[in-house]
C-alpha cells in the first residue's frame, strides 16, 4: 500500500516515481518508503474526484451522514492499530496519540449529525422586507477541495477537514505531511472498507512544492483548505489568488498563558507544562508564553524547575514517558536554533536548553524554560513549535492583558484564577479564537478552531468548520408566478 497512492478508490502507482523516506523520530529509522506523487497525479485524483461529485453532491445529507458514522466506527475498530502508526511516526507517547484517535472519531461523528441535519435546512424560507417575492435558501457544496495538513497531529487536522468536507457534499484531494504520511494513508483503506464511493476521497502524498503546489494552481480545484506554517500559508494565498479559489487557512501561534495572583500553583504547574511539553510543544495553540503575576512567580518558577525537570523523555512506547522526541530532524534543528540564538541575547535560562542527554539517538531536546525573556525577542514574539516555554511578570491584570495582546498571531490563550469573574473579564479583552480559563487546551469538535490575526483565516469545527465547504444560494422568484401554478 505505501508504494501506491489512493485515487478513485485504487491503490494506484504514482506517475512520478519518487519516494519519501519516514522515519521513527524516536530511533531515526527508516520505517517506511511512501510513494510519492507529482502534478501529473494530481491531476489524476482531482479528475477522479471531479468526477465522484457529480454523483456525491446530489446526495442527501443523511445518506452522508451514514457513510460519516460508518467511518466513525471503522476508525474505532482500529484505533490501537492507528494510535501505535501515528505515534511511531510522529514520536509522540502512545496516550496522546490514543487521544488523537479518540479526537479523530468524535470530530466523524459530529459531522454525520450536521450532515443529517442539512436536508431540513435545505429550500429554507427567507423572510423578506420587500412585497410581491419570495426567497429561499440552499447550502450546496463548494466543490472539489484541496486539503493539505502538517505533521503534528496527523488524522486529528485531517479529520477537521476530511469530514466537513464529506458531510457538505464536496469531493477531495488530500495531501498529507511528507513527514507522517502512514497513519493519513490509512483513511483510503477506511474508504474502501465501508464502501465509500470511488473518487470522493483521493490522497496524494509528496512534497509540497511537487503535490502541494500542483492542488492549490489546478483550475478544477473550488476550495484549498491549508494547516501549516506562516511562510507556506501565505505562498498557498498567493498562489491561489490567480484562480480566485477559496482559502482557510490555519496558521501558527504564540499564545500567552496568564497566571494571576490568586492562582492554585499546583493547577498551574500542570497546566502550564501540559500548556507548552504535549506533542513536545509541537502544537499551533502551545501557550509558549507565559505570564506570571509578579507576587506568585519566584514560588511558581520553582515548582515549575523541579516539575519540568522530572518529566520523562522516550520512546513512545515507553511506560511512562511524557514527552518524546522532535518529530523531524529539521524540527529539532529549527528548535536548537531558537535555543541557541536565546543564549546568544543573553536570555536566562530556568532549566534546559540542550540535546537531551542519555539518547544516543532520536530527535529528542530538554524541555526548557526562559525567564526575564525581551518582548522584542526572536524567542518572544515568533512560534518556536518545540519544547520551549518563554516567561516574563506582569503586575496589573491591565499590563497581563496588553503583554498578551502584544503579538502579531491569535490563535489561542489560557487564563489560571481562581476568581470566576475575573477571569471572564480578561478573556473578553483577549485576542485570540479560543481561550481556556482553569483548563488545558480543551479542543470539542462543538466550538470552533482558529485565530486572529496572522493565525490564519476562517474556522474550523463546529457549524463554521462546515460552512467553510458549502456555498449559500438563494431562489428568489415573484409570489404571483407561485401563486399561478
Ligand atoms: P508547513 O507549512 O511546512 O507544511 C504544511 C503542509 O504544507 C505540508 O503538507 C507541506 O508539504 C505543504 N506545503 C509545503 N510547501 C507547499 C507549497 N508551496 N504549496 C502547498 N503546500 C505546501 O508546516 P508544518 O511544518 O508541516 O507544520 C507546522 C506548522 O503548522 C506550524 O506553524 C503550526 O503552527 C501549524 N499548525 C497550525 C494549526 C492550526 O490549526 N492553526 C494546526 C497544526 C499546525
Request: one cysteine or more; proline letters at 5%.
Amino acid at each position: 500500500m505505501y508504494d501506491k497512492l489512493f485515487i478513485n478508490g485504487d491503490w494506484v502507482a504514482p506517475r512520478c516515481g519518487k519516494t519519501l523516506a519516514v522515519i521513527n523520530p524516536a530511533t531515526e529509522e527508516v520505517i517506511a518508503e511512501v510513494a510519492a506523487g507529482g502534478a501529473a497525479d494530481v491531476d489524476r485524483a482531482v479528475a477522479a474526484a471531479k468526477q465522484a461529485f457529480t454523483g456525491w453532491s446530489k446526495t442527501s445529507g443523511a445518506q452522508r451522514g451514514v457513510y460519516l458514522r460508518a467511518i466513525a466506527r471503522a476508525i474505532e475498530a482500529r484505533a490501537q492499530e492507528l494510535a501505535a502508526l501515528s505515534s511511531s511516526n510522529n514520536g509522540k507517547p502512545l496516550f496522546e496519540a490514543q487521544i488523537d484517535i479518540e479526537d479523530a472519531i468524535a470530530t466523524w461523528d459530529y459531522y454525520a449529525g450536521l450532515a443529517e441535519q442539512l436536508d431540513a435546512r435545505q429550500n429554507a424560507e427567507v423572510p423578506l422586507a420587500m412585497p410581491g417575492y419570495r426567497s429561499s435558501s440552499r447550502l450546496e457544496p463548494a466543490g472539489v477541495v484541496g486539503l493539505i495538513v502538517p505533521w503534528n497531529f496527523p488524522f486529528v487536522t485531517t479529520a477537521w477537514k476530511v469530514a466537513p468536507a464529506l458531510a457538505a457534499g464536496c469531493t477531495l484531494v488530500l495531501k498529507p505531511s511528507e513527514v507522517t504520511p502512514l497513519v493519513e494513508l490509512q483513511l483510503g483503506t477506511i474508504a474502501q472498507s465501508v464502501g465509500l464511493p470511488a473518487g470522493v476521497i483521493n490522497i496524494v502524498c509528496g512534497s509540497g512544492s511537487d503535490v502541494g503546489s500542483a492542488l492549490t494552481v489546478h483550475p478544477d480545484i473550488a476550495k484549498i483548505s491549508f494547516t501549516g506554517s506562516n511562510r507556506v500559508g501565505e505562498i498557498v494565498m498567493q498562489s491561489v489568488a490567480k484562480q480566485v479559489k477559496g482559502l482557510s487557512l490555519e496558521l501558527g501561534g504564540k499564545s500567552p498563558m496568564l497566571v494571576m495572583d490568586d492562582a492554585d500553583l499546583d493547577q498551574a504547574t500542570d497546566w502550564i507544562l501540559g500548556g507548552i511539553f504535549y506533542n513536545a510543544g509541537q502544537m499551533c495553540s502551545a501557550t509558549s508564553r507565559l505570564l506570571l503575576h509578579d507576587s506568585i512567580a519566584p514560588k511558581l518558577l520553582q515548582r515549575l524547575k523541579t516539575a519540568t525537570q522530572a518529566l520523562k523523555l522516550g520512546d513512545a512506547f515507553e511506560e511512562g514517558v511524557q514527552m518524546g522526541p522532535l518529530t523531524s530532524k529539521a524540527q529539532f534543528d529549527t528548535v536548537m536554533g531558537y535555543i541557541e540564538r536565546g543564549r546568544a541575547e543573553g536570555l536566562t535560562l530556568l532549566t534546559g536548553g540542550t540535546r537531551a542527554e542519555g539518547f544516543e539517538r532520536g530527535y529528542f531536546i530538554e524541555p526548557t524554560i526562559f525567564v526575564d525573556v525581551p518582548t522584542d525577542s526572536a524567542l518572544w514574539r515568533e512560534e518556536i513549535f518545540g519544547p520551549v516555554l518563554c516567561v516574563r511578570t506582569f503586575s496589573s491584570e491591565a499590563e497581563a492583558i496588553e503583554l498578551a495582546n502584544d503579538s502579531d498571531f491569535g490563535l489561542a490563550a489560557g487564563i489560571i484564577s481562581q476568581d470566576s469573574a475575573r477571569a471572564q473579564r480578561i478573556a473578553e479583552q483577549l485576542q485570540a479564537g479560543h481561550i481556556w480559563i482553569n483548563s488545558l487546551q480543551v479542543v470539542c469538535p462543538e466550538t470552533s478552531w482558529g485565530g486572529f490575526k496572522r493565525s490564519g483565516i476562517g474556522r474550523e469545527l463546529g457549524p463554521w468548520g462546515l460552512s467553510a465547504y458549502q456555498e449559500v444560494k438563494h431562489i428568489t422568484r415573484p409570489l404571483s408566478e407561485l401563486e399561478s401554478n
